[in-house]
């Protein structure tokens, strides 16, 4: 099972941007895809951004617009670019597959939006 390490959140003003990295030292690309999860105190975890084999990548409505999915040539890592930061996007960010089942969560990146 692949277990990626997520990096690259911190504290940002709002409408500021962050690019947060998914790295592992294998492959990260299978047939369920890989994707950007986001979860804030209080609330389920949800997805973000996700690649899927052989589609566009996906959207969350609250992020379409602002925040782009992409991943080096190798698989070995993949990023989200996050642009015109909100309050609301606060929330620890982790990297998984982009369907079920899902492999084991890492510890995710904290990203924190406040002036």
């Known amino acids: 099972q692949v277990q990626p390490v997520e990096s690259g959140g911190g504290l940002v003003q709002p409408g500021g941007s962050l690019r947060l990295s998914c790295s592992a030292s294998?492959?990260?690309?299978?047939?369920?895809?890989m994707g950007w999860y986001r979860q804030a105190p209080g609330n389920q975890r949800q997805m973000v951004a996700r690649?899927?084999?052989?589609?566009?990548?996906d959207y969350a409505d609250s992020v379409k617009g602002r925040f782009t999915i992409s991943n080096e040539r190798n698989w070995h890592t993949m990023y989200l670019q996050m642009n015109n930061l909100k309050p609301e996007d606060t929330a620890v960010y982790y990297c998984?597959?982009?369907?079920?089942?899902?492999?084991?969560w890492g510890q995710g990146t904290q990203v924190t939006v406040s002036s």
């Open positions: 998984n597959t982009g369907v079920p089942p899902f492999n084991s």
């Open positions: 690649i899927m084999p052989g589609l566009s990548p």
């Open positions: 294998v492959s990260l690309f299978s047939s369920r895809g």
